[in-house]
């Protein structure tokens, strides 16, 4: 059984610094493209990073210059390093692996807060 476990989620204030990583167990295959999305209340879920297996990214336009997604194929596991948060980065974060066009697994979700 594929099982997503994120990790480093927290509070902080406005211009700092979090570090999410996520680890995949149960699978032995390595992911077409691994990431994160974001929800905040009362919102849609947004794609915030992705990386393909081969290393190309992609950012919401939100969050360009001030995350970075990074990726551990032999680990099977994803990070996303955080960086001058703002409060509008609220949100519950997932964590993602994408095995297929249809096949996607998820994580938990670890709760973001940055206070002003």
């Known amino acids: 059984q594929v099982q997503l476990v994120e990790s480093g989620g927290g509070l902080v204030q406005a211009?700092?610094?979090?570090?999410?990583?996520?680890?995949?167990?149960?699978?032995?295959?390595?992911?077409?493209?691994?990431g994160w999305y974001?929800?905040?209340?009362g919102k849609q879920r947004e794609l915030v990073a992705s990386m393909?297996?081969?290393?190309?990214?992609?950012?919401a336009d939100s969050v360009k210059g001030r995350f970075t997604i990074s990726r551990d194929n032999a680990k099977n596991a994803v990070y996303l390093e955080m960086n001058s948060l703002k409060p509008e980065d609220t949100a519950v974060y997932y964590c993602y692996a994408q095995r297929a066009p249809a096949s996607y697994f998820w994580g938990q979700g670890t709760q973001v807060t940055v206070s002003s």
């Open 52 to 59: 393909a297996s081969g290393g190309m990214t992609d950012y």
């Open 15 to 34: 211009g700092g610094s979090l570090r999410l990583s996520c680890v995949v167990s149960g699978s032995r295959f390595n992911f077409f493209s691994m």
């Open 38 to 41: 974001r929800q905040a209340p």
